[in-house]
């Protein structure tokens, strides 16, 4: 069993950053991908970034201003995000990809006021 959670959210102005962690307890070595998703209020869940074996991928809404990142660590990964926008508002999850099956943090919310 693998249960990430997510730490770094708050409140930050437009134009600021923050830094979101995820860490993941349980089947540690099993870990293959990891990524960040958010949720706006009366939206969808939606793609932020992910980090695999062959790189990383992100939103075409967050590219030059977001970076993903995993820790020493293999259980660990980070995301730097500058330049926020009101329109990042949005609670964050990770997802922890391991041994085929997928697992969700409970969230961490950032709001970035205007």
């Known amino acids: 069993q693998v249960q990430p959670v997510e730490s770094g959210g708050g409140l930050v102005q437009a134009g600021g950053s923050l830094r979101l962690s995820c860490a993941a307890s349980?089947?540690?070595?099993?870990?293959?991908?990891m990524g960040w998703y958010r949720q706006a209020p009366g939206k969808q869940r939606e793609l932020v970034a992910t980090?695999?074996?062959?790189?990383?991928n992100y939103a075409d809404s967050v590219k030059g201003r977001f970076t993903i990142s995993r820790g020493n660590a293999k259980n660990t990964m980070y995301l730097q995000m500058n330049s926020l926008k009101p329109e990042d508002t949005a609670v964050y999850y990770c997802?922890?990809?391991?041994?085929?099956?997928?697992?969700w943090g409970k969230g961490t919310l950032v709001t970035v006021s205007s």
């Open positions: 349980g089947i540690i070595f099993s870990i293959n991908d």
């Open positions: 997802k922890v990809v391991a041994v085929g099956t997928i697992y």
């Open positions: 980090i695999t074996s062959s790189g990383t």
